[in-house]
């Protein structure tokens, strides 16, 4: 290692204490001087030692090195332990924060010299906004239940430690499908349901109907427009009821058109126009409506929390329903028989069309045509929630509901028609 670039890394394990301890500082800001264990001083100082124990550890070879930067870890921890024990006892607080994130600066700053400047920097970044976020996590941990908290372990556990166990490869018994990529976007389709319930757990149904409707959109707006339904016809609302299934339906069309994008951007091109006109159309219906009856701030009910074992199972299976079908549908039925296949499906959902049916493209059907199949399922899922809406939620709901998201609808279609 060259004068020049030794120079530059101890630079960067001087910049990560630096930057760790002017969050450090900034928190204890109040402080009198002598007050605070360790601020930007301190802990500048900790991740250039970090960097110059790596330095004669580089000169003494693997296990001597090894032995001199923990030696340097344990001196760090001997030397900081008893101020952060008074300061502790002088404030009457349990915290080991600024003791772990000095650790943690310093094995940065020797991890600049030896490994990937880059990778260092990014991870100082990553921890100053984890000390950053304090009041946020702690609010969250305040918010959310255990099961919520199970869910997220439950995603965790399903990506991390179910997906290695799942064959990678297209299983002829199965009519070649692959159970990996199934379960892949099982997972995929759920995390974004469960991001879309958390939005609106932790942030209130309070925000308003638009609000509510645009993050449950991300969950299922089906979900919004039976649970807007129901509401108004308990009496609730009607116009911001239906508002708030409008932006709802104006998610849920860019939703497909992300998760398409996401598995098949080739098809996703054929989906930009038709569907974000549809996703135009409704949203700016449901702002007017917002507008004229004050929905900003009304009330929405909660979703239910929609990542369980049992609805992923039952998206997987769905999923793997829907693509073998349509994959035989297609082999002996011709193309067409795809588009049937959609219909029906879209009736209650249209995820399982728009991760199932693009993978047939190229090779069973044709780019375009996989295209159509989405644009099937969305337009059948549009007019059956204009019906649930009309038949479960009275007249002045269902018919704003149903005409304005027909509309909508019916402008994205005169693109597939005339684009």
């Not at 199965?174 to 932790?202: D, E, Q, T």
């Not at 149904?205 to 919004?224: D, I, K």
Request: net charge positive; glycine share 12%.
């Amino acid at each position: 290692m060259g004068t020049e670039e030794l120079i530059h890394r101890l630079a960067a394990a001087l910049a990560i204490g630096l930057l760790v301890g002017t969050e450090r500082h900034w928190r204890e800001r109040q402080e009198a001087p002598g007050r605070r264990t360790a601020g930007v001083r301190t802990f500048a100082l900790t991740g250039l030692f970090g960097g110059v124990m790596a330095v004669l550890a580089a000169a003494l070879g693997q296990a001597g090195g090894a032995l001199l930067l923990g030696f340097g870890l344990v001196a760090l921890l001997a030397a900081q332990l008893p101020f952060a024990l008074r300061e502790a006892e002088a404030e009457n607080k349990v915290s080991a924060t600024s003791l772990v994130a000095a650790l943690g600066t310093y094995s940065l700053g020797a991890l600049a010299v030896l490994g990937d400047m880059a990778v260092a920097g990014a991870a100082a970044v990553a921890m100053t906004a984890i000390l950053a976020s304090r009041e946020s996590l702690h609010g969250l941990m305040k918010r959310i239940t255990w099961a919520e908290l199970r869910s997220a372990l439950m995603l965790l556990s399903m990506t991390l430690l179910v997906m290695p166990l799942i064959p990678d490869e297209p299983i002829a018994l199965l009519g070649g499908l692959n159970p990996a990529k199934i379960w892949r976007f099982a997972i995929l389709l759920a995390a974004i349901s469960y991001l879309g319930y958390l939005a609106v757990r932790l942030l209130g149904p309070e925000r308003g109907l638009l609000f509510s409707g645009a993050a449950g959109g991300l969950v299922s707006s089906t979900a919004v427009t039976l649970a807007n339904a129901r509401a108004a016809a308990a009496g609730g609302a009607a116009l911001a009821l239906a508002a708030g299934a409008l932006m709802a339906g104006a998610v849920s069309c860019l939703r497909t058109i992300g998760i398409v994008a996401f598995i098949a951007p080739a098809v996703a091109a054929h989906l930009f126009a038709p569907l974000g006109v549809a996703a135009l159309g409704m949203a700016l219906a449901g702002f007017v409506l917002a507008r004229r009856t004050g929905a900003d701030g009304a009330a929405a009910s909660m979703p239910d929390n929609p990542f369980e074992l049992s609805a992923v199972l039952k998206i997987a299976l769905l999923l793997a329903a829907v693509v073998l079908i349509s994959k035989l549908a297609a082999e002996r039925l011709g193309p067409e028989a795809v588009l049937a296949v959609a219909a029906i499906t879209g009736l209650a959902d249209v995820d399982a069309v728009a991760l199932s049916v693009p993978l047939l493209a190229p090779g069973t059907i044709s780019l375009a045509f996989a295209a159509q199949a989405v644009l099937m399922a969305v337009a059948v899922n549009i007019c059956a929630k204009a019906g649930y809406a009309l038949a479960l939620g009275g007249g002045r709901y269902g018919m704003a509901y149903a005409g304005l998201s027909l509309a909508a609808g019916a402008l994205g279609a005169l693109f597939v028609l005339f684009g």
